[in-house]
Each structure stands twice: as C-alpha cells, then as structure tokens.
C-alpha cells in the first residue's frame, strides 16, 4: 500500500486556533472602515487579505494586533502558556511584552519598525535584550547568525540602516522581528515600496522562513501575487467588509465575487 | 475494494462578472470513481471541461454542486465542503498534481523545487535530494542544471521539472494535466515507466492526454467527459 507520509504535522496542537477575530468592527465617526469581520488563525497558517487602499485592511491589522481597539467585536490570542485571552483585557505592559516576544511586526516603511542611527545589530540585539539576554557575545552571535540568514553581510554589523539599500532595511527588519521566534508576525505591505527585482528576492526570504519556523503570518497587500506566492488562505476586502473567502488557489483561480474577478482580471501577465 | 475517488453528480458554471453576469456551464452531472492502482484517462474535445473537472477534484476549482470524495487516511471527506486547511491536508497527505506548467517560485533551485513535497511531509532534506535527484535524472535533466532556478529552462524542461515533483511523493492519488504534451520520445516513454510504477504502488490516478498512443499506454479506463456536457 501507499506510505500516507508522516502525520506529526497534524498535531492536536495545530487543531486550536492562535488567534480568533469575533465580529470585529471599527468606525471613524460616522464612516465604517471596518464590519462583522470574523476569522480563525491556526498556527502555522498564513493569511493574506487583499483589497485596494481604502478597504479597511489595514484599520483591521491594527485591530488584530491590538494597536486600535475595536468599536465591536473580540480578538482572542493563545498565550505561550495556553490560555486564550481577549486582547482588550491585556494591560499595556502585557500587550507590549507580546510585542517584544510572541508576535512580530513588518512595517511597509522599515524606517518605522527599525531605530534607523543605531547599528544594525544593536536593532536585532535589541529585541534579544528585552527578553531577557544579558551576554553581549551571545546576543552579537545570534545577531550576526540573523543577518546572515536574511541575507546581510556580516561585515555591516556596525552600521546603521540608514546606510542600507531599502531591500537590506526590509530585510533587516524582518530579522529583528524573528529573532525571537515568534508565533504571529504581522505585515502590513512588506514587499510596497521595493523594486519589483528586490521584492522577487524578499519574497522568496519570507516564503522560506515562514515554512522552516512554522510561523502563522496575517499579511496585508493590494498585490494578489504576493498573497499568491505567501499565503494559504485570503481575505478579499472590500468597503470595510469581507467579500470573498477561502483557500488562495481557489479565490485567485476561481473568483466568485464581482469585485474579486475584477481584481484578478487586472493582473499584468507576468 | 473502496474507490480512492468518487465524484457523483458535480457541477461547475462559471458567472462571469466583468461580462455582465454571463453564465458559462462547464459541466454538469460528473460521476465517476477510481480505484487504487487505476488510471482513468478523462476524454473529450478541448473545452470540454476536463482540465476544469481534475481542478475540481484538486479543490483549485470550487463545486456549484454535488460531492467530491476523497479517500483521506482511510476516511471519505467530500472536497467540495471541506474547509480550506482540510483541503491543504490532503494535498499535502494525499493529492498530487502535475499541471501543464510549471509555477516556479523564483530563486529556489531545481532540485530544491522537485525535493520540496518531501520536505514538507518530514523528510530529511539530504535524502529528499537524493531521491529528487534520481528522478531528475530519469527524466533527462542534466546534473549541471539541478543548482539552477527552472525558470530559464526551455518548455520541454520545465514540464519534466514539473513531472519529477509531481511524481517524486508517495501520495495514493495523483491527478496529471496533460504530462507528456511537450516533451520528446525518450522522455514519453520514462512517463509512461512512472506511471506503470505508480500503478504498482496502488495509486489511484486520473490523466488528461491528448497523445493516443500514450493514452493507450496508460488508461486502465476511459471517461468520456463530453456525456457531462453542460450546455442544453
């Protein structure tokens, strides 16, 4: 008979969701950017949600990473030690601790998620700092042990991204937001503001990475190539509301919304 | 003996939209099962639905209607209502398929894109090299070109690429769009080996080929796909 392959990766531990959006709302006055949004993520699962500025994606990023509170609706996260928690009831320090070591953060702009005059290594060391380490060579080894992995030569350690390349500060980034082995990083439009040769290569970092860490990722972008390419699932958002659902492949090949064929139909032939 | 696939009485239309909302039936009432160690070769014109109905069967393409059986680690799960990490299970436990291209992903060496479906079910990644290399070698693929993206290779290449990963799992069902349609002779022939194998193994296989004397080759079985024709 047929070797099925092996079933580890079945685990009851993938069988509970990491992070559960119940009815998720958000208004602006009196404009809805966001409505009725509801999901589970399991680990190891990359969500991507898609749609053109103004659809709400990112006011739901925000949510979902506890950095807006909802005007409705829950976000439930299973901490490190099992028990699911609604974010709200998190207090600041709680919620920043997540930040610094279950959950990452990728900013379009890596100016924004990176200290931009201090050395490349202090940013990756940084994180490893606020977690706890204290020896300076083991902190600069995992530093050095990161940016190799992300592709930077070691022999810019020293110096500050503002002396990188827009690719070697995305990609910088990315290290310092995995160094301490997440299990929920966020992206909001990683690959946006690069060159489409450097998006290629970026995408092709994260793709691997996600895989070899078993990482779960909700990641933003207009680009369905990139959600394509990154994801497993998607979200289709428009008007602040989700519009289409389901396995990447099929909503990309098989588009059943008027708004979702209109996006697919506008892809450039590669 | 239990079917590995059972398909009855599926249904796809497409709603196009952007055209204003013209239906375009695909096909209607497809019914069929394959057992394990069979291959079912789809036949009918082009535009008769075939490559629509192994989509269907892959859940690429979802189903207006009717059932999808899979036979997933010895359970019957219908595809056309499974959730999408269902799906992503048994693609990864179950379902191979070989496309007509290949969707390279850019950087990743050949040999890396063939080893891929092992590593991903647990396999150490030397061993799934080794095994990747094997078929690459079948299939004709000179050694110099394994460290390279397949990216640049010529057609013919890229579908043998395709093949080896397609073919390198040991998964029970395999689903084979069109798989000998651009290579040469020799190359045909190291197909239809593979696919003799995969018989052996009990692997339940359903096949689009236009070629008839591969399909002659191949097909335990013929399915006539212009019989769920769509169109009144």
Known sequence: ???????????????????????????????????DVSFALYPGEVLAIVGESGSGKS??????????????????????????????????????????????????????????????????GERLMAVGWNHYGRIRETASDWLTRVEIDVARIDDAPRTYSGGMRQRLQIARNLV?????????EPTGGLDVSVQARLLDLVRSLVAELHLAVIIVTHDLAVAR??????????????IETGLTDQVLDDPREPYTQLLVSSILPP | MTAMIDVADARKTFTMHLQGGIELPVVRGVTFHVYPGECVVLSGPSG???????????????????????????????LAAAEPRQILNIRRSTIGYVSQFLRAVPRVATIDVVAEPLIVNGMARADAQARAGELLHRLNIPERLW????????????????????????????????????????????????????????????????????????????????SFAAAA
Request: proline share 3%; net charge neutral; aromatic share 4%.
């Open chain 1, 1 to 35: 008979m047929v070797d099925q392959g092996s079933a580890n990766l079945d685990t009851l531990e993938n069988d509970q969701p990491l992070l559960v959006a119940q009815s998720l709302s958000k208004s602006f006055g009196r404009i809805a950017a966001c409505r």
């Open chain 1, 59 to 124: 006011t739901l990023l925000q949510m979902l990473s506890g950095q807006l509170a909802p005007s409705g609706g829950h976000v439930s996260y299973r901490m490190r030690d099992g028990v699911t928690r609604d974010l709200t009831t998190l207090g600041e320090a709680e919620r920043r601790f997540l930040f610094r070591t279950d959950w990452g953060f990728v900013h379009q702009d890596p100016a924004q998620g990176l200290r931009m005059a201090v050395s490349a290594g202090a940013n990756v």
């Open chain 1, 180 to 188: 301490t082995e997440p299990r929920l990083v966020f992206m909001d």
């Open chain 1, 229 to 242: 390419l990154l994801s497993h699932r998607v979200m289709v958002m428009k008007g602040g509301r989700v």
């Open chain 2, 48 to 78: 008769a639905g075939k490559s629509s109905i192994l989509k269907m069967i892959f859940g690429n393409y979802r189903c207006d209607s009717g059932r999808i059986g899979i036979r997933h680690r010895g359970a019957l799960v219908d």
């Open chain 2, 147 to 226: 460290q390279l993206p397949p990216a640049t290779f010529s057609g013919g290449e890229q579908q043998r690429v395709n093949i080896a990963r397609g073919f390198i799992s040991d998964l029970p069902i395999l689903l084979l769009d069109e798989p000998t349609a651009s290579l040469d002779a020799a190359n045909r022939a190291v197909v239809v080996e593979l696919v003799a194998e995969k018989k052996r193994q009990g692997v339940a296989m359903v096949a689009i080929v236009h070629d008839d004397e591969i399909r002659h080759l191949i097909a335990d079985r013929i399915v006539d796909v212009a």
